[in-house]
């Protein structure tokens, strides 16, 4: 069975940084491409950014918004991705998903607020 | 940046009757390996989104029959033959064709 287990959410000051983790298990970790993923209250969804396998370069591509202050990495011994959130603003506030785009984990929730 | 729209923003829908939601892109959806990474997810209350449809018209195992995407190019549309209480939820599409990877704007069933 697939899993996709977030940690690292909380509330923070604005200028603050945070840094999300997400457990896989049940798949080729190595072999997937891995995603965030976040959701603003009451809003759609919203990519964050992609990490490639390391058989397809293992780069990593973001969206414009975070572009700078979000860092997507991996580990696949230990099959985990982390988004690394400096600058964190107001409008960062949201759940943030971890994702291989077929499944999805349960989000961790992040608050920005002074 | 590939901007996805859908059509209705909101759709009541009748407990076993059919309801359509239309997804338009601003530009041609087809990736160079001619595959076009068209998914479709829903989204019900409190809970993680849950893909149910990808390139277009292929179901995810686990998802009923009643859903179905069909389209090409720019225009796609995800079908519920038959509605039924459990498919209330937010519903978006999402291209993976060209980065960044977009969703829809959602559309909003309730019965």
């Known amino acids: 069975e697939v899993q996709l287990v977030e940690s690292g959410g909380g509330s923070v000051e604005p200028g603050g940084s945070l840094r999300l983790s997400c457990a896989a298990s049940?798949?080729?970790?190595?072999?997937?491409?891995m995603g965030w993923v976040r959701q603003a209250p009451g809003k759609g969804l919203e990519w964050i950014g992609i990490?490639?396998?390391?058989?397809?370069?293992?780069?990593?591509e973001y969206v414009s918004p975070v572009t700078g202050r979000f860092t997507i990495s991996r580990d696949d011994p230990s099959h985990t991705l982390y988004l690394q959130i400096d600058g964190l603003r107001t409008d960062d506030t949201g759940i943030y998903y971890c994702?291989?785009?077929?499944?999805w984990g349960q989000g961790t929730r992040v608050t920005v607020s002074s | 940046e590939v901007v996805l729209a859908q059509f209705p923003h909101s759709l009541p829908v009748t407990l076993g009757q059919p309801a359509s939601i239309l997804c338009r892109s601003n530009?041609?959806?087809?990736?160079?390996?001619?595959?076009?990474?068209l998914n479709w997810f829903q989204q019900r209350p409190g809970q993680s989104p849950r893909r149910l449809i990808y390139?277009?018209?292929n179901r995810d195992s686990g998802v009923p029959d009643r859903f179905n995407g069909s389209g090409s190019g720019t225009d796609f549309t995800l079908t519920i033959s038959r509605v039924e209480a459990e498919d209330v939820g937010l519903y978006y599409c999402?291209?993976?064709?060209?980065?960044?990877?977009?969703f829809g704007q959602g559309t909003k069933v309730d019965i």
């Open positions: 994702t291989t785009v077929d499944f």
């Open positions: 530009e041609n959806l087809v990736f160079t390996n001619g595959n076009t990474y």
């Open positions: 049940g798949f080729i970790f190595s072999n997937a491409w």
């Open positions: 999402m291209q993976g064709t060209r980065w960044p990877w977009t």
């Open positions: 390139f277009v018209s």
């Open positions: 990490i490639r396998r390391e058989s397809d370069g293992g780069t990593a």
